[in-house]
């Protein structure tokens, strides 16, 4: 009778609040649209990503510039309480310093709280990476997070370190781990709160699957528990106790038009959103296309657009509920 009282009271705390609630993002258009990964891409996001992978890059130095904006819908069968988030961007550069040396600078979102007030944590990483072999790149970053919200200003640090093996243009095979970090805010409904978020490590492939077609799959797999969260010395989050919640699967294709100048990408990753009542999966569909400019005085200038379709499953209905999230991404790189 006791646990049924105690289940009865969680749900309805639950219920009547959408306190600490968070979900790691995803970064960087093109890697949104492949559902994610850590061995394709070389831009200045894999700062975050994978920084051995800015190696990759031949360019003497290359800008990137990213916008998103997404529209959450409370309901799948009622379309009340939607909400319209437009993020600034994420902004990053990376310098050739000799042949086998790369450094890069990235301002980007890390981790979304949909808690009220919402927090965006950003990222201000300097990275930097190493070919130490003609097959084998290896790179960190390392940098403050800092969050925001009415109540108060949150600030941690947060390293990250990647390693890729390059196998004669056909295979990329990578590992990168990133470190737990903590903070401490005022939240409206439990006061001041410890908040630790795990470490993560992210193993990926990508090889040639045909002249033209890449595909790549990865997994990131979240140490520990999901996320710590302590108020009052009391654990806010029930540990989790299914692997399914700690092992996030991710599978992209990408193809390649040398002639025309072009990419098209699709997608599908899964991962979590944690409340104070159920860690909930979130699956996404992806998919995205570049288009390559060549502009005389530039090496090269592309222009890359996502679109990531969401949907949250919560049978219990309570919070946070069904949630459908559609999110747009646009962003331009130009090397030199």
Known sequence: MKKIVFSTLNILIAFFSYGVQFEILNNGAKNVAIGGGTSVFKDPMATLINPANLSLEKSSLTLYYEASSSVNVGSLLELYNRRFIFNFGNVGISAKLDEFTRVSFLLSSYIYDLDVPEITYRVLLF?????????????????????????SVLLSFLAVAGTTLKLNDILNASVVAKSPFSVNYINPYYGEISQTFPPIISCGISFLVTKNTILSTATDIILVNNISARANNREIFTPRDDISDYILPRLGLVYYDEISGYRIMFGFHRTQVEAISDSLHQYHLTSGVTFFIRIPGFREFEINFCADDGILLNLLNIAPQNVKKISLYVSGETRF
């Open 127 to 151: 990275g930097i990476s190493k070919k130490v072999l003609p097959f084998l790149l290896v790179g960190a970053s390392l940098g403050p997070v800092l969050g925001m919200n009415e109540n």
